[in-house]
């Protein structure tokens, strides 16, 4: 089975400075894909980013970038530049990539807020 | 396009009372997913559909929990005599095969006096 630990419960940035939300996993699979999602308070779980476990290269959108060490099973979330609107709960999942089931599993989450 | 969507926003029931949950998954998604949300577990996986094939159900945590898709399409949660531990945030989510992102609907609040 699959674990995701966030051990950041919550966290507070100011505006315009970078923050970084950390994430490790445990898996023995070797395919596998990573997310994180932001949760505002509007409920809605909006994908931030993905990466493919395969790919070496971190993935990057806009103002957030992943530091994805495979063999650490580290995947950290970078903000920069953060904006009010980051303000959000921030969940890392994992999904295998083969089988019959892609179900998610998250982590339990950071609270993110972002001070004016 | 339109999103996933569910239904009700909100549901405030009383205790052993059934109460039905809705999912419209985005127009010609295959894969639908039904995850809870609680204060006490986190996000939990509960029920997963793919196509025609028999969902999984692995995640369902008592027989009082069932879910059905009808035309591969809309899914009902169906709790049967809720207790309290019941009140959780429902997420639904769907994708178009099931190598793709989910994406996720607003979520039911469902409070359980």
């Known amino acids: 089975a699959q674990t995701v630990t966030q051990s950041q419960p919550e966290m507070s940035v100011q505006e315009a400075e970078t923050v970084t939300l950390s994430c490790t996993y445990d898996?023995?699979?070797?395919?596998?894909?990573l997310f994180w999602y932001k949760q505002p308070p509007s409920r809605q779980m909006i994908l931030v980013i993905r990466?493919?476990?395969?790919?070496?290269q971190n993935a990057t959108e806009n103002r957030f970038s992943v530091n994805f060490q495979k063999a650490a099973k580290s995947f950290s979330l970078k903000i920069s530049d953060s904006q009010l609107g980051d303000t959000a709960m921030y969940f890392c999942?994992?999904?295998?990539?083969?089988?019959?089931?892609?179900?998610?599993?998250f982590g339990k989450g950071t609270l993110l807020t972002v001070n004016p | 396009g339109a999103g996933v969507s569910q239904s009700p926003s909100n549901k405030v029931t009383e205790k052993g009372k059934d109460v039905e949950l809705r999912c419209d998954p985005i127009?010609?998604?295959?894969?639908l997913y039904w995850y809870r949300q609680s204060l006490g577990q986190g996000l939990e996986f509960l029920i997963y559909?793919?196509?025609?094939?028999?969902?999984?159900k692995s995640g369902l945590p008592s027989d009082r929990f069932s879910a059905e898709r009808t035309g591969g399409s809309v899914s009902t949660l169906t709790i049967q005599r809720t207790q309290q531990e019941d009140s959780a945030v429902y997420l639904c989510?769907?994708?178009?095969?099931?190598?793709?992102?989910?994406?996720f609907g607003p979520g039911t609040r469902l409070l359980v006096l």
């Open positions: 127009s010609g998604h295959t894969a």
């Open positions: 999942a994992f999904r295998r990539g083969g089988g019959s089931n892609y179900k998610l599993t």
């Open positions: 989510a769907s994708t178009p095969s099931v190598q793709e992102t989910q994406y």
């Open positions: 559909f793919q196509g025609n094939s028999a969902p999984d």
């Open positions: 990466q493919e476990a395969y790919k070496q």
């Open positions: 898996t023995s699979e070797n395919n596998y894909y």
